[in-house]
């Protein structure tokens, strides 16, 4: 079992920049994990996912604003967040899951139903 806690939500302008962290409460290193954000009534959004060898991915509304990143020795999963709009206020999780297979296919991926591992969320608010 890994717990998972996120932190660095907050409010700030379009345009601006934030980072999230996720610590969890072992290794991470045999790990996948990912980046997911909801609104109410909106089913849950991938956001990015990396899996243990670095690879990278990224929901298309993202691409080129947000980096995933991961520090193993500090078992710790980042989010970059830059030029922010509006629309990324959200409630973002940091989910988990082991290994890198899921469904035959090896790597990242934004399917949430790969991630047993979830936390609590952290708010970013977008003001205009």
């Known amino acids: 079992q890994i717990q998972l806690a996120e932190s660095g939500g907050g409010s700030v302008q379009a345009g601006g920049s934030l980072r999230l962290s996720c610590e969890a409460s072992?290794?991470?290193?045999?790990?996948?994990m990912g980046w997911f954000r909801q609104v109410p009534g909106i089913e849950r959004e991938g956001v990015a996912a990396?899996?243990?060898?670095?690879?990278?991915k990224y929901g298309d509304s993202v691409k080129g604003r947000f980096t995933i990143s991961r520090d193993n020795a500090k078992n710790t999963l980042y989010l970059q967040m830059n030029s922010l709009k509006p629309e990324d206020a959200s409630t973002y999780y940091c989910?988990?899951?082991?290994?890198?297979?899921?469904?035959?296919?090896?790597?990242?991926?934004?399917?949430?139903?790969?991630?047993?591992?979830w936390g609590q969320g952290t708010q970013v608010t977008v003001s205009p």
């Open positions: 990396i899996d243990t060898d670095g690879n990278t």
């Open positions: 072992r290794d991470i290193k045999q790990y996948s």
């Open positions: 989910a988990a899951r082991a290994g890198s297979w899921y469904r035959d296919s090896r790597g990242p991926t934004l399917d949430r139903t790969a991630f047993p591992y």
